[in-house]
């Protein structure tokens, strides 16, 4: 098996993230300036949004990013505490979270992925956890993985295989069992 083959690259400023849509655009976090660079397959630019601040559409330190497959597409705000999701065109549509450690709350949301049932995984970075939302952006059931020291972390139940730990899960009709992995 031998390495992908080059084929181009394009100048940007300190990017942080990067995701594909459906159609190959693709969208680049640029840290130092707080906006979101689209560009098509072959690395024009052909939108850019975003700028400081904590308005709908304004991004303080935007760390990670995804598109669904609607080709919205999904920022991890990492300073204001938050997750924005906008069209493909950068059209801002909604957003969730506050700063906190309860469910749906986050201490610096560090990135965000999306699986192909449209789940959304976000690494909250300062809450050392994992939080799974629903299509519809609810909480959904995940398993909290409690190292030896006493740390927890939220998992996401398809995903628990963490070494030396214990595991508090929750089985399809809600009821809580523990095993030692």
């Given at each position: 098996?031998?390495?992908?083959?080059?084929?181009?690259?394009?100048?940007?400023?300190?990017?942080?993230?990067?995701?594909?849509?459906?159609?190959?655009?693709?969208?680049?976090v640029a840290?130092?300036?707080?906006?979101?660079?689209?560009?098509?397959?072959?690395?024009?630019?052909?939108?850019?949004?975003?700028?400081?601040?904590?308005?709908?559409?304004?991004?303080?330190?935007?760390?990670?990013?995804?598109?669904?497959?609607?080709?919205?597409?999904?920022?991890?705000?990492?300073?204001?505490?938050?997750?924005?999701?906008?069209?493909?065109?950068?059209?801002?549509?909604?957003?969730?979270?506050?700063?906190?450690?309860?469910?749906?709350?986050?201490?610096?949301?560090?990135d965000i992925?999306?699986?192909?049932?449209?789940?959304?995984?976000?690494?909250?970075?300062?809450?050392?956890?994992?939080?799974?939302?629903?299509?519809?952006?609810?909480?959904?059931?995940?398993?909290?993985?409690?190292?030896?020291?006493?740390?927890?972390?939220?998992?996401?139940?398809?995903?628990?295989?963490?070494?030396?730990?214990?595991?508090?899960?929750?089985?399809?009709?809600?009821?809580?069992?523990?095993?030692?992995?």
């Open positions: 098996m031998s390495a992908p083959a080059y084929l181009l690259s394009w100048s940007i400023g300190y990017p942080r993230a990067i995701c594909a849509d459906s159609l190959e655009d693709i969208y680049v840290y130092t300036n707080n906006r979101i660079y689209k560009y098509n397959s072959v690395g024009d630019q052909i939108l850019t949004w975003g700028g400081y601040g904590t308005g709908d559409g304004q991004f303080k330190d935007p760390y990670g990013i995804t598109a669904n497959s609607l080709d919205n597409i999904y920022v991890a705000d990492t300073t204001n505490d938050r997750i924005q999701k906008f069209d493909s065109n950068g059209n801002f549509l909604l957003k969730w979270g506050s700063y906190g450690s309860g469910a749906g709350q986050f201490d610096n949301p560090q992925s999306v699986s192909r049932s449209n789940n959304f995984y976000v690494a909250d970075y300062d809450n050392h956890r994992i939080q799974k939302f629903g299509d519809a952006l609810v909480g959904s059931k995940v398993a909290i993985v409690t190292d030896l020291s006493r740390k927890s972390y939220v998992m996401p139940l398809t995903t628990v295989s963490v070494g030396d730990k214990v595991a508090i899960m929750y089985d399809s009709s809600g009821k809580q069992f523990c095993k030692k992995l």
